[in-house]
């Protein structure tokens, strides 16, 4: 399944990012692409905050990964633009990004392919002339009930 978001513009973007927060399923692992600025830590920032998270969100571009501990969730961001080899990632503890309570939200995938777990759910942002689009596939049947819900009450 797949379906298109038209953005607007930042504050779109992070309400996309709040409704997936919103329908988020109990663990997933989901994959942002996009040329630089397209808005994958916009995105992010919108999904994080929406799941409770009361301060800042910064692009873990240096870190790699910054993890927020949540109630009812663990929410992992990565930014692999940074990545020199796909095999550093296993000195990040790839294994405890996925399995209950635990959301992955990946930007740069391509730079950890190999290594890095497939993807419930793929999101590709796009510069448009009005703003950005982002393209939603689904890989499995829970991302697929996931994207619907978005898709409902994003329109």
């Not at 298109?4 to 989901?30: H, I, K, M, N």
């Not at 873990?60 to 990632?89: C, F, K, N, Q, W």
């Not at 994207?147 to 329109?155: D, G, K, P, Q, T």
């Amino acid at each position: 399944m797949s379906t298109r978001f038209s953005l607007q513009d930042e504050a779109r973007t992070r309400q996309l990012g709040a409704v997936l927060a919103r329908y988020r399923p109990d663990s997933a692992l989901v994959h942002l692409s996009g040329d630089l600025g397209a808005g994958k830590t916009t995105l992010a920032r919108g999904f994080i905050q929406a799941c409770g998270h009361p301060g800042q969100v910064k692009s873990p571009t240096y870190t790699l990964m910054e993890s927020y501990a949540l109630p009812d969730v663990t929410i992992h961001h990565l930014d692999l633009y940074r990545l020199g080899d796909p095999e550093e990632l296993e000195y990040l503890g790839l294994d405890e990004l996925e399995g209950p309570g635990n959301i992955a939200l990946v930007e740069w995938p391509e730079r950890g392919e190999g290594v890095l777990p497939a993807a419930s759910l793929s999101l590709h942002l796009a510069h448009r002339p009005n703003g950005r689009e982002v393209t939603a596939i689904a890989h499995i049947p829970e991302a697929e009930e996931w994207l619907s819900r978005v898709a409902a009450h994003f329109e």
